[in-house]
T-cell receptor
Framework: KAGVTQTPRYLIKTRGQQVTLSCSPI?????VSWYQQTPGQGLQFLFE???????NKGNFPGRFSGRQFSNSRSEMNVSTLELGDSALYLC???FGPGPEEAFFGQGTRLTVV | KNEVEQSPQNLTAQEGEFITINCSYS?????LHWLQQHPGGGIVSLFM???GKKKHGRLIATINIQEKHSSLHITASHPRDSAVYIC?????????FGAGTRLTVKP
């Protein structure tokens, strides 16, 4: 059974640009969550999607957005990139929302220059 | 103050030693997760707990809901256990993370 797949693995963008990251969950999983990890702030929750609906959102500006498709694949978008957006972006999938065991992808390492 | 506090921040052990990593939290939670992150970034979920104790191989996780405290134990530690261990709690449909414990096991 394939794991959680995140693409791309590495990305370099320039300040002011926008970026879209993709997450394909484990087959059968309908919940996808996104997290940002930086050396200074550690891991922080971005948002959670279940059945194409955003259930929860962390404390991030509106430049950070996401969506989930009918096949449970999810994308997150960051517009008007800032240097501080450089981070490892991780997604995790689970069968359903709420307190369920989560399976993480390898992450997308975004560098903003 | 962070809702999730882990200790110690760093831990160095000799192969074979018994390891304990602690996690304290200050909010009411619906579940607590222990995660393992190796260099390179990939995260593996080790345990999800809402009460009691779970065991998987050499790893044991316990939680005391009344005391808002959880521990992760590694018996007979091995160099391949070297990683960052992260405690995460789920509350109010949100996830909050500890800063992590960097474990180094020397042969």
């Amino acid at each position: 059974k394939a794991g959680v797949t995140q693409t791309p693995r590495y990305l370099i963008k320039t300040r002011g640009q926008q970026v879209t990251l993709s997450c394909s969950p484990i087959s059968g999983h309908r919940s996808v969550s996104w997290y940002q990890q930086t050396p200074g702030q550690g891991l922080q929750f971005l948002f959670e999607y279940f059945s194409e609906t955003q259930r929860n959102k962390g404390n991030f500006p509106g430049r950070f957005s996401g969506r989930q498709f009918s096949n449970s694949r999810s994308e997150m978008n960051v517009s008007t990139l800032e240097l501080g957006d450089s981070a490892l972006y991780l997604c995790a999938s689970s069968f359903g929302p709420g307190p369920e065991e989560a399976f993480f992808g390898q992450g997308t390492r975004l560098t903003v220059v | 103050k962070n809702e999730v506090e882990q200790s110690p921040q760093n831990l160095t052990a000799q192969e074979g030693e018994f390891i304990t990593i602690n996690c304290s939290y200050s909010v009411g939670i619906s579940a607590l997760h222990w995660l393992q992150q190796h260099p390179g970034g990939g995260i593996v979920s080790l345990f999800m707990l809402s009460s009691g104790k779970k065991k998987h191989g050499r790893l044991i996780a316990t939680i005391n809901i009344q005391e808002k405290h959880s521990s992760l134990h590694i018996t007979a530690s091995h160099p391949r256990d070297s990683a960052v261990y992260i405690c995460a709690v789920r509350y109010n449909n949100d996830m909050r993370f500890g800063a992590g414990t960097r474990l180094t096991v020397k042969p």
